[in-house]
């Protein structure tokens, strides 16, 4: 409720002189007044008025009370909205007809003044304790939000919350595919230039990684300076996560030659090798209470680091296995076995030229 304005209480009654009475007795109390004669307006009003509590007067035509309450409680919108049911009725009858509708208390005519005022009254402080938890768990939604898009697309942390994809914070095991990229001749960069030319050049390559990243529905595990690594196929499942990678990795290798170009004529010789893999890993969160980050666990992030780091400027090495997944799709040539670091025996590696469907729509 908006501590602004006075709470509104919206009365539905087809007898005038009963609206009339309700009307009196709330504005005297200092409570807004909506009316509404039939269910169908009192359904409008709710939607446009958005008031903080209903009067319903059970015996009306077309549509009674409790069908209104019901349509009420279908609603996400106004599931929680207080509902007072008004009736002289029965009371004893019309209370379980109007509790099995969804109604949260109940009114007899001739109506009290003074219960009316205090049941009003005690129903609107249990409203207002339920918009502060709705608050409180969109605070906590926002912030789960953005500790997601840390190493989430935008779009990839928003299904997340909304429950269309799994928790990326719980511990599972899947086949993913790992990119890993950096660039080459940095280190000497940034040992010569100036700390604002180095931060402007991780920035237009950050923005190049980070545009493609969402194009290409990746995630990025981490940031290292100039080091980054990329995941497919986790938290949302892809169709082909290996030709994902590799489309993104061409794309990345032509976005940085751009930039390169633009580099090489302030005097800075810089441009970045890749390498992809594809493998199963352990995936979920790194970390102590208050910082926990996304984490990838297994053999295939040391595989796919490696061949970045053998890879040559403006060179994607991909792995068998991603060569295996993506060879009707991808031109690439054998280089051979490699003997990379950490790894006991050699182990054959692809470089990629260009993707078919490109390369064919250019001819």
């Given at each position: ?80 909205l207080p509902i007072v049911m008004v009736t002289a009725l029965d009371p004893l009858e019309e ?87 950096d660039m080459r001749g940095f280190t000497a960069f940034s040992e010569s230039a100036a700390p ?168």
């Amino acid at each position: 409720m908006n501590e602004d304005r006075k709470p509104l209480v919206l009365v539905v009654d087809d007898q005038p002189a009963n609206v009339k009475l309700l009307v009196q007795v709330l504005t005297m109390s200092g409570y807004e007044v909506a009316t509404a004669s039939s269910g169908a307006e009192a359904l409008a009003k709710v939607h446009a008025e958005n008031p903080d509590i209903v009067l319903l007067d059970v015996i009306m035509p077309q549509m009674s009370g409790y069908e209104v309450c019901r349509a009420l409680r279908a609603d996400k919108a106004t599931a929680l909205l207080p509902i007072v049911m008004v009736t002289a009725l029965d009371p004893l009858e019309e209370r379980v007809k109007g509790i099995e509708a969804g109604a949260d208390d109940f009114l007899s005519k001739p109506i009290n003044q003074a219960e009316l005022l205090a049941r009003v009254k005690s129903l609107l402080r249990i409203r207002a304790l339920h918009r502060q938890v709705e608050a409180q768990a969109a605070e906590l939604a926002e912030n789960k939000l953005a500790r997601l898009k840390r190493f989430l697309s935008p779009k990839v942390a928003d299904l997340i919350v909304a429950g269309e994809l799994d928790d990326p914070l719980a511990t599972r095991r899947r086949e993913v595919t790992i990119m890993f990229v950096d660039m080459r001749g940095f280190t000497a960069f940034s040992e010569s230039a100036a700390p604002e030319d180095v931060l402007g050049v991780l920035r237009e390559y950050h923005g190049e990684i980070g545009r493609l990243v969402n194009v290409h529905e990746g995630t990025i595990e981490h940031f290292s300076g100039d080091g980054v690594m990329l995941i497919f196929n986790d938290p949302n499942t892809l169709p082909d996560p290996a030709l994902s990678a590799v489309r993104m990795a061409v794309d990345l290798r032509d976005a940085v030659g751009r930039l390169a170009t633009n580099w090489k004529k302030l005097g800075y010789s810089i441009d970045c090798g890749i390498g992809v893999a594809q493998g199963f890993a352990t995936i979920g969160t790194i970390g102590f209470p208050g910082r926990h980050d996304y984490g990838v666990i297994g053999a295939v992030n040391n595989l796919a680091a490696r061949l970045c780091g053998e890879a040559g400027p403006g060179q994607i090495l991909i792995s068998q296995r991603v060569w295996g997944r993506v060879e009707e799709k991808v031109n690439a040539e054998a280089v051979g076995e490699l003997k990379l670091k950490g790894l006991s025996a050699p182990v054959p590696a692809f470089s990629v030229t260009g993707l078919k469907e490109l390369e064919a729509s250019a001819q």
